[in-house]
Structure formats: C-alpha cells, structure tokens
C-alpha cells in the first residue's frame, strides 16, 4: 500500500514540477505567438479577396476548418510552427532527467520512493508537457479563428485551397464532421508529440548535456525528412506516402498524404524503445 502511495505522489509530484516550469510557460507562449502570425495571414488572404471580388469573404473557402493553422500549409507562422514544434515540446521538461542526474535530486527522492516509482513519473511529466507545449497553441489557433470565419462544413468543390485530397489522411471526417478531424487530429498531435518528448529520457543515460537532449527530436525529425529525398525518387508517384512528423503531423496534407501505418508504427516503435530504455533497462543500471 505505501508503495503504491509513493508511486501517486510521486507521480503528482512530477506532474506538478512540469506544469509550473517556465520553461513550460515559455513554450506555450512562444507557440501561441507563432500561431498568430498564422491567422493574420489568413485574415489578410481573406480581406484580399473581398477587396477584388466585392463580394462576402465568408464564403466555403474560408471556413473556420481551413484557415486554423492545421489548415493552413503556406504561411510563415505555420511553416515555422511545424518546423520548430520538436524544440518547443522538449524545452519544457524533456532536459530535466539529465539535470536531476547531475544535482543528486534523483537519488533523494529515489531513496523514498524507489526508482519505478520515480522512473514511471518521469516519463508520464515528460509525455504529458510534449503533448501539452504542441496541442496548446493549436487549440488557441482554432478558438481565434472561430472569431474570424464561420464554423461551416468545407465543400469538396474547394479541395485544392484546403489542401485536404481523396487520398489524405481521415479525408471523409473532414469533410463530413469536421470537429472530429480537428480532434482527433489535436489527438494525434498530443501523442506523438508526447512520445518524441521522451525520447528526452531515452538518451540522457549517455548524453550529459542539456542542449544536445532537447534538440535531438528536431535532428530525427529532420532526418526523416531529408531521408525522403534520397527514397522519394519521382515526385509525380502517388503511393509514397509522408514519413516525417514535421509534415504528417500537420493537419493539412503536405507534399505526400499521410499514413496511418506508418504512424501507428513508427509511435509504437518510439514508445518500445523510449518504455524499455527509461523504465526497464535504466532501472536495472546505477543512477548515478
């Protein structure tokens, strides 16, 4: 029983540690910020083409669905927040296990309530603010752009200004219930982000600075996406299918339409490995 308390309070504990740090609160802000450079585009597009056509630019092209930032796969503020999103999920709290590794902080509380308990907590803060720092700014995007466009059902007919094809990923659901795209897409950006996030932990068993644990999810996401290059051969072939997070984790298709296979893989293949190495394989090892 007071294993398992331990275990809560730890895990509490954690939770509450990642939540309260500024580098947290900094993340999301930064996002937020980004985010909006994104929906002054969209504002700007808009107003642009009232101006031309005279007419109401409320129309299907412009609804709430295609001009959030998961949208939206032109603009600077998107290109930047989909680009630097790894950065902004391991800032918050991906660098702590390594920091507590070198202040003694973990074999404090080690000491009191033993490492699985320590171990499972860390990796549950970890996961839950690379979540968190990616969803945040998106879900303040989408609430802001509902003040802007209509909430209406976007119209097959405008598919190529939506960027959302027959072949894109969950297609139908946006354009038949286009809330539950949003979601599950915000969904999907959480958990996987969370995922990366722990990678963190994953390699702050041999890799002692800081800067190098938080920026090596961008280095893999940059590694998969240049890695296409070199398997992608003819840009014209409709069976490729996207393999960097930097683009299928973006609500509106961009360049390859997504997979829900290789996601699932590749999600599954993180979680494995990040699971064993943090709480199996370092459990086993000297923390110190």
């Not at 660098?95 to 907590?121: D, H, P, Q, R, T």
């Not at 683009?247 to 360049?255: A, G």
């Not at 979680?271 to 199996?280: G, N």
Request: aromatic residues 20%; contains cysteine; glycine residues 6%.
């Amino acid at each position: 029983f007071l294993e398992v308390q331990y275990m809560k309070n730890t895990i509490k504990l954690e939770i509450h540690k990642a939540i309260k740090n500024k580098l947290f609160v900094i993340s999301v802000l930064l996002g937020c910020a980004i985010t909006i450079l994104s929906l002054i585009y969209q504002v700007n597009i808009s107003s642009l083409d009232f101006a031309a056509s005279g007419k109401n630019p409320m129309i299907s092209a412009y609804t709430v669905f295609s001009t959030w930032i998961g949208g939206d796969g032109y603009s600077l503020g998107a290109s930047v927040y989909f680009f630097i999103f790894p950065l902004l999920i391991s800032i918050p709290y991906g660098w702590s296990y390594c920091e507590e590794k070198k202040n003694g902080y973990i074999g404090a509380v080690v000491v009191k309530a033993g490492k699985a308990s320590y171990f499972l907590a860390k990796y549950i803060a970890v996961f839950l603010t690379g979540g968190l720092a990616m969803v945040i700014p998106l879900i303040f995007n989408f609430l802001l752009a509902m003040l802007f466009f209509p909430v209406a059902t976007p119209q097959p007919i405008y598919s190529t200004i939506y960027g959302i094809y027959y072949s894109s990923l969950m297609s139908d659901l946006f354009y038949t219930y286009p809330f539950l795209y949003v979601f599950f897409y915000l969904t999907l950006d959480f958990v996987y982000c969370g995922l990366l996030a722990c990678i963190c932990l994953a390699v702050s068993r041999w890799i002692k600075q800081k800067w190098v644990v938080v920026i090596l999810p961008l280095f893999i996401c940059l590694a998969l996406t240049y890695g296409q290059r070199f398997i992608y051969t003819s840009p014209m072939t409709v069976q490729y299918k996207q393999t960097s997070p930097l683009y299928f984790l973006h609500p509106v298709e961009i360049q390859y339409p997504a997979s829900w296979f290789f996601i699932l893989i590749s999600a599954l293949v993180i979680f494995a490995t990040t699971l064993l190495i943090h709480l199996v394989w370092e459990r086993s090892h000297e923390i110190y």
